[in-house]
Structure formats: structure tokens, C-alpha cells
């Protein structure tokens, strides 16, 4: 078969016509589910708005495959290429046996039997799929660098070439690239930039670079290893090893004087049953800690309530308790013009530690040591023990390394001295500890050991490599890495637990042997992926693309964004002085002012510039897919406009849902993700007002049946939960309103694409905001509680459809009063404080009903 270039130029992409939504969105919730076994959590888990693998190949394949006048046979190919058709079902098996059960149940329940494609084996998954597949596409490919070459020469005369300039942790990239696809990637924050590199170069590596890279982060190991033995700062007498230090800090009581511990808890182990126990010396007017192992449930009990309780300092001494605002002990304060400040002192570069008398000390109260008998061994003996006079003389000696070297280390890189700006995630660092440096999150002992592995990694063939693998470990120490026994299992947590920047009273950090879990991970090496297509990885803004391709895909920032540019600088500071050769020509800073972030005029401009330049670097018959996940009709406003002013249409729209399921996530939470598929404007339509009405109308509820549909398509025996919750039809009401409202260029006459351009008074009410709020009231049709008929329920009011629908999330549990407030503007409640019992943020609740309930039901 030949294969005659741009043959299909001008075909319809099948991603416009059909998606299996249902299916998608069941893989995406069992790659999820998959935790740290997805394939790029290697490389940086903190990293936690990546989208699912799984959706991107789904975005790629249905770009590139086109819309035939034989959709069943369109909907077939594509399910045997993306390894969710029967037949591949029963070649992702985990076990033959469970072969019959394929038959019963929703298809998530038949996923549960299942492996993931990417963790079977191609050949076996794939095999068979070929014939099928190119006596369909009239291709000869039996591969998937095969058929999308074959493919991208006859839409695009070439192999196609996929972009993203919001790469993030480069699941898109990765993806595309695996597919067989060239790339291009990039995006302001060279974190990101570094991850999609590490994706495509380390999980894309061919076996021999692997080992390499294996044999380098050994290396790199052992010489720090044997730095930190020589010294002896981790031994005790006996030889044992310490796996993890326990610090908290301690204040003094304004109203005894005494110095006193802080931690909301003073257990330290809940299979053991250890705790850590205050006992008051007199002498020195402070608490000894003492640690003791197999307590009684009462003394777990007692040592669950820490010194710090609900913002307070709480301690008892000589059985009078003593109780301090911890905002009283730093001395925060409010002034008249809004300005907020507070008594600590702060930090200055040379800092480390706190000084004698600062109103916040340090103090490591507990070891966890490895015994001496098995050290090197696979299965490893703990204890728990008090801090001894021997202990406090090796921290000591820390402490003196690293005050002798800091500056030293600091010129040459091998530490931070970068200061942390202000802002909306990072002036917590000042305000509550007074840090002002990033190196002030790290301690003595961390700051040592760090500097130790980036001098090694400087000099090694492969530091590229093992600078990624080294900023991954960043995530496991710091002051910010949380003691967790919560879950049955004594850990240090990671930093970024959350996308927070968290402050602690007490912390863990890692011994060595314990920080090399991240430090020597191999864990990609679990990805059979070897990448042979060509890529090119630029740090710059979105708006500035400096090369073309056929298909944009991209997850831009959302208008309640995470602080992604703030709290990267966490990783940044270690690595702007010295980056490795790869890396070396991007911008090694946050760059802050050009993130887009927020909502309103700014964030609207910004993105119209960006996908302005994306519109100009794509051939007039390539593709974009945008995934957008916003709850505010301000926002999706604002994505009409964005639109338009980049000259885009939306050619279709589908709704996958990307996050796990639960009970506890109806009402309020958004569980999945719009894709908008988008082509260039090449036509001049108008429309009127009342047409658009109708149309959105229309468009609105078949969406919204066709997500309800997929609900019940998926709840097999035992199972209840939706793929679909409330908030997530609200949504799917702002992409098919948008969906229709890019569809013309003019309406009522105005030129949309001009009047986006323009700026926006503020609180301006236009057309298509009055649009966008009617497309969500049609979705709120769709909202009825269980138990209550459809016609009871168009017969109710806002306020009746208010209460009706938030005891139904009552009974699940849900008690914030965002939920409340989010449902009294979609039934258009205004004065819904009537109808609460109670406000307050996490424990809101309805008044009991004045009248009978039932009889509204029916």
C-alpha cells in the first residue's frame, strides 16, 4: 500500500466526531489509582497535576486518525489501538482464570482484572491488532512509530509533530514522543522543563544509558556514604546507624518562663507504641524528653495531645495548665493600613539555625537507629531512642562543618543562597519561622549532606541525569518533611505531601541510608518505553513558540491555579548555579511576573497571547486540544474570549473524568477534565442571540444526558458511584456553551474577536457571559437529588432545589460551606443564610424543614 502525502489534508480528525468517553475515563481512574506505580512518579511525584498517560495517548491517536463514513469501524481501530476493546481486554488479563468474570459487570469492574496497558507486553497487546488496523486505514505499519509516521505523511505530508508550551511534569511530550511522534516542549519554569527532559531521557533511555545512569548514582552514593562514616556523625558506640532524627521546635512560656516543646502530638510510633514523654527539670526550667516503647492505650492516648492544640501552646505543669495563642508568642500584628507583621526576627544569609535567642529554638528530641547487626542487610531491625550527650556532641560537630563551609559552599553553588521573594504561597516561610533564604528550610545535617551529593554529582558523565534524580530527593528533606505514623508505617513524609510550602513544630529528616531510597531510585527503570523521535525542550513563556508543529496539546494553567512558580524555587535554588550542560542555556528562575496565573483582565490577556502564537505556529489544517477543568462562569467566559482572540474555533468538546471516584466527592468537587478541541477560524459566521439560545439549549442537554448515560453505563452489580458528579455537569454545560459560541465570528453583529481583544470593563455584563450562566442553568436541570422525580423537580423553585439538593449531600457527609455557596448561586438563591443553621466553614448545615419534605417529594 502507498502512502500518498497529505491525502488527507483536509479530513475531519476522528477526536472530532467520537471519543469512548466511558472508557477513557475508566482508565484514567485506574492509571490514578496506580499511585507511585505510574510511570513518571519516578521522577518527581510532587509534581501533582499531571494528567493521566492514558488521556494523552487518547488526544495524539484521535488527532491523527481520521473521521471515516464507517464510524463503527473508526470506534474499533481505535479501541484495539488503545488497548480497551474486548479482545484487549482479554489480553490484559492478570490471571486467564478470571477470563469468564470479563463477561459481567461495568467496565470499570472489569479493569479491576485487568494490568494497564503500558505494563503489558506489546507484542502480546498489540500483535494482533495490525491487519485490522491497516485494512481499515489503507496503511502498512506494524508499530506505533510505523502508523503515526504513516499517518502524520497523510495529514501533514511528515511525521507528525506534536507541541506543548505548558509541558509541566511532560506527560503530554512523553506520550506523544512514545507514540513515535517528534515534540516540541516547553514552558516558563525549568523544573518542569527538567522533568520533560527526564521523562524523554531517562524513562525513554535505552537499556545501555540506563545502566549507566544506575552506575553513576552508585557511585555518587558510596562517596557520600563514605564521607559521612568517616566522620562518624551518623554511628552511635555500638555501631548502630541512624535511619531518622525527630526535631521540634521550643518557645518559651510568657507565662512560666519555661522552655516547652512543640508538636500537636507526642507519638512517635503507633505499631510500637512509642511516645515521647515530657518530664519538667526544675533547674533549668525546661522539659527533658524522654522516649519510651510499649505504653499502655492510655498513654498513646495522652501523648496524642500534643503542646500544640487548636493555633495554641498548651502544656501542664504541676497540674495547672498553661495556654498561649502561638500568634501571642510571635507577636503577630495587624496596622490600620492592612500591613501584618510579627515579632520574629529575620534570618539572615549566613544563617542556618536560630540564634540563643530567638523566639523559636530547634531541638532533636528522638533517633530511630538501625542496629548494628542489620545494617546492609534487606530486612532491617529499628528501635526508637532518647536523644543521649553523645548524640547532641555529633550534632554539634555538624553544625560546625557546615558553619565553617556554608559561604564557601554557597559561592560554589553546592547550596542555596538564593533568597525566597514574597508571595502568595511564600511569605508563610517568613511569617511563620522568618525565613528568608531557601537554604533556611534545610537543617545542619541536610544542608551537609546535600552539598555532598551535588559536589559528587558535578564531575559525574551522567550529571544531567542525576541532577533530576537529586531534585527528586529534595522532595524527602528539608524542615517541611513531616514524622508520619499515621498509616501504620514510622516514615518521614515528603515536602510536597501537598502543593503547599508547610511549616511543621516538629519534623524528621533522613539518615543517609534512608535518604537513598529517592537518592538511588531505579524506579523508572520499571518504563520499557525506549524514545527514538526527536524533541526540543525550550524554558520560555508559552506566548513565545519558537518552532511549529501539526498538533498542540496542552493543560494551561487554570484561573485557581497552584503557585507552581513559587514553589518550584524550592528545587531551583540548588540548581541555578551549577545546572549540567542539558540545561544550562534556560532561564534558572521562576520567572514570576510571566506566569499566568488568576483570573480576570490579566489572565485573559495573557492566554489570548499564548494561544495566538500556538495559532500561528500550526499549519491551517493542524489541530489543538486544550484541557480545561474551572467551575466559574466568569472563567469560561473568559475561554469564549480566549477563543476568539486567537483566532480558534471549537470544533468539539468531550468530558473525561480524570480523578479517582468516591461518595465523599458529590456536590462540590470537579472529578474530570474538558477536552476542547479546537481548528484555526478560516470562516466568517454570524449568528443572533436567540438562535445561539436554542442552540446552547440544545447542546447543553445532549451533553449532559450523554454524561449521565455514561453514569449509568458504568455502576455494575455493587457499584454505585458515578463517573460523573454534580459539578462536573455544571461544567460540561460551559464547554458545550462554548463549544457552540466560537462557532460564529459575529454575533448580533458585534465582532467577537475584536471585542475580545479589547479589555474588559470590570463587571461588565455581555452576551456571552448572559450565555454562559444560561447554559449552566440548563445543566442545573439535570441536577435532581435521588428519590425525587423529574417533573416534582422542574416544578421547584431556586430555594426549594437549594435545600432539596444540599440535604442529599448532607447525607453523604459534606459539611464546607463552599458546597453551600456554589449550589445557592446555581439555583440562584440569593439570601441562602436563611435557610443554614449553620455557616461555619467546615461544619455548615440546613435548618430542619418548617414544613413536610415528603410531600415536595412526591
Not at 13 to 27: D, G, H, N
Not at 530 to 549: C, F, K, T
Amino acid at each position: 500500500m502507498s502512502i500518498i502525502p497529505l491525502a488527507w489534508k483536509d479530513k475531519p480528525s476522528l477526536i472530532e466526531r467520537l471519543l469512548p468517553a466511558q472508557k477513557i475515563s475508566a482508565e484514567a481512574q485506574k492509571e490514578r489509582k496506580a499511585g507511585a506505580g505510574q510511570t513518571l512518579t519516578a521522577l518527581g511525584s510532587y509534581w501533582k497535576g499531571r494528567k493521566p498517560l492514558i488521556l494523552a495517548k487518547a488526544c495524539v491517536l484521535g488527532a491523527l486518525l481520521p473521521a471515516t463514513d464507517n464510524p463503527e469501524g473508526d470506534l474499533e481501530v481505535f479501541e484495539l489501538l488503545m488497548g480497551i476493546a474486548d479482545s484487549s481486554l482479554e489480553r490484559r488479563l492478570k490471571s486467564q482464570r478470571d477470563k469468564p468474570k470479563l463477561a459481567q459487570g461495568s467496565y470499570l469492574e472489569k479493569l479491576e482484572l485487568c494490568k494497564r496497558p503500558e505494563e503489558c507486553d506489546d507484542a502480546t497487546l498489540y500483535g494482533p491488532i495490525w491487519d485490522r488496523v491497516n485494512q481499515h486505514l489503507g496503511t502498512n505499519a506494524h508499530s506505533f512509530p510505523e502508523l503515526v509516521e504513516q499517518l502524520g505523511t497523510l495529514r501533514f505530508g511528515h511525521r507528525p509533530r506534536v507541541g506543548d508550551t505548558f509541558c509541566g511534569s511532560g506527560q503530554i511530550p512523553f506520550e506523544a514522543a512514545r507514540l513515535g511522534c517528534d515534540v516540541y516542549a516547553s514552558d516558563l519554569n525549568p523544573i518542569a522543563c527538567m522533568l520533560t527532559w527526564g521523562a524523554l531521557n531517562i524513562v525513554g533511555a535505552d537499556e545501555a544509558t540506563r545502566r549507566e545512569i544506575e552506575a553513576a548514582q552508585k557511585a555518587v552514593a558510596e562517596a557520600v556514604d563514605r564521607e559521612i562514616t568517616a566522620l562518624g556523625i551518623e554511628h552511635d558506640e555500638h555501631g548502630n546507624r541512624a535511619k531518622a532524627y525527630l526535631y521540634c521546635l521550643e518557645t518559651r512560656c510568657p507565662h512560666t518562663g519555661w522552655m516547652v516543646p512543640m508538636a500537636p502530638s507526642w507519638v512517635i510510633s503507633k505499631t510500637r507504641n512509642v511516645v515521647a514523654k515530657l518530664i519538667p527539670n526544675y533547674d533549668q526550667k525546661r522539659f527533658e524528653i524522654e522516649i519510651v516503647s510499649g505504653v499502655s492505650e492510655a498513654e498513646m492516648k495522652a501523648a496524642a495531645k500534643g503542646t500544640v492544640q487548636d493555633g495554641d501552646l498548651v502544656y501542664v505543669l504541676d497540674g495547672e495548665e498553661y495556654r498561649t495563642p502561638i500568634k501571642t508568642i510571635r507577636g503577630d500584628y495587624r496596622l490600620p493600613d492592612g500591613t501584618t507583621g510579627n515579632k520574629l526576627r529575620r534570618w539572615e544569609k549566613h544563617d542556618f539555625m536560630p540564634r540563643p535567642d530567638d523566639i523559636f529554638q530547634e531541638r532533636l528530641y528522638c533517633i530511630q537507629w538501625i542496629t548494628a547487626e542489620t545494617l546492609g542487610k534487606s530486612r532491617q531491625e529499628t528501635f526508637f531512642a532518647s536523644v543521649t550527650p553523645a548524640d547532641l556532641e555529633r550534632e554539634r560537630k555538624v553544625e560546625q562543618i557546615v558553619r565553617e563551609n556554608l559561604a564557601a559552599w554557597q559561592e560554589a553553588g553546592l547550596v542555596p543562597d538564593m533568597p525566597i521573594e514574597p508571595g502568595e504561597e511564600t511569605t508563610r516561610l517568613s511569617r511563620e519561622r522568618g525565613w528568608t533564604y531557601w537554604h533556611h528550610l534545610f537543617n545542619a545535617r541536610q544542608l551537609f549532606v546535600n552539598a555532598l551529593y551535588s559536589k559528587n554529582i558535578k564531575y559525574q558523565k551522567r550529571a544531567s541525569e542525576l541532577a533530576l534524580i537529586f531534585s527528586k530527593s529534595l522532595d524527602w528533606s528539608g524542615r517541611l518533611t513531616k514524622w508520619d505514623s499515621n498509616d501504620g508505617c514510622d516514615k518521614v513524609s515528603n515536602v510536597f505531601t501537598n502543593q503547599a510550602l508547610n511549616t511543621f513544630f516538629n519534623w524528621g529528616i533522613r539518615g543517609v541510608k534512608y535518604y537513598e531510597n529517592h537518592t538511588l531510585s531505579t524506579d523508572w527503570n520499571k518504563g520499557k518505553a525506549q524514545i527514538l523521535s526527536s524533541s526540543s525542550i525550550v524554558a520560555s513563556p508559552a506566548r513565545e513558540v519558537l518552532e511549529s508543529s501539526n498538533i498542540f496539546i496542552t493543560d494551561p494553567p487554570y484561573a485557581d491555579a497552584v503557585h507552581y512558580h513559587e514553589i518550584t524555587e524550592f528545587f531551583i535554588a540548588w540548581l541555578r548555579k551549577n545546572p549540567p550542560k542539558e540545561f544550562a542555556d534556560w532561564v534558572w528562575d521562576s520567572r514570576r511576573a510571566l506566569a499566568i496565573q488568576g483570573k480576570g483582565e490579566k489572565f485573559r490577556q495573557d492566554m489570548i497571547a499564548a494561544y495566538t502564537a500556538l495559532a500561528k505556529h500550526m499549519p491551517d489544517n493542524g489541530l489543538q486540544i486544550v484541557m480545561f477543568t474551572h467551575q466559574d462562569a466568569e472563567v469560561w467566559s473568559d475561554m469564549a474570549s480566549i477563543m476568539w482572540g486567537a483566532g480558534l474555533q471549537v470544533t468539539a468538546a468531550w468530558y473525561i473524568a480524570t480523578e479517582t471516584t468516591s461518595e465523599l466527592k458529590k456536590g462540590g468537587y470537579v472529578q474530570g477534565t474538558v477536552l476542547l478541541v479546537a481548528r484555526k477560524r478560516l470562516q466568517d459566521t454570524s449568528a443572533y442571540r436567540d438562535e445561539l439560545v436554542e442552540e446552547v439549549r440544545q447542546e447543553v442537554a445532549h451533553q449532559i444526558e450523554t454524561m449521565v448515560g455514561l453514569n449509568q453505563s458504568t455502576q455494575g452489580k455493587g457499584r454505585t458511584e458515578n463517573l460523573f458528579e454534580d459539578a462536573d455537569l455544571q461544567m460540561a454545560g460551559y464547554a458545550a456553551a462554548l463549544r457552540v459560541l466560537t462557532g460564529y465570528r459575529r454575533i448580533d453583529g458585534q465582532d467577537m474577536v475584536a471585542a475580545a481583544l479589547r479589555p474588559r470593563p470590570k463587571g461588565e455584563r455581555d452576551i456571552v457571559r448572559e450565555i454562559i450562566d444560561y447554559a449552566v442553568q440548563v445543566a442545573n436541570e439535570h441536577l435532581v437529588p435521588e428519590g425525587i422525580a423529574q417533573g416534582v423537580w422542574e416544578g421547584c423553585c431556586g430555594a426549594e432545589r437549594f435545600y432539596l439538593k444540599m440535604m442529599e449531600l448532607e447525607a453523604v457527609g459534606l459539611k464546607k460551606l463552599d458546597n453551600y455557596q456554589n449550589f445557592a448561586k446555581a439555583f440562584r438563591v440569593g439570601d441562602y443564610g436563611e435557610l443554614m443553621a449553620s455557616q461555619q466553614p467546615n461544619n455548615a448545615r440546613l435548618k430542619n424543614a418548617l414544613g413536610r419534605v415528603d410531600l415536595m417529594l412526591g
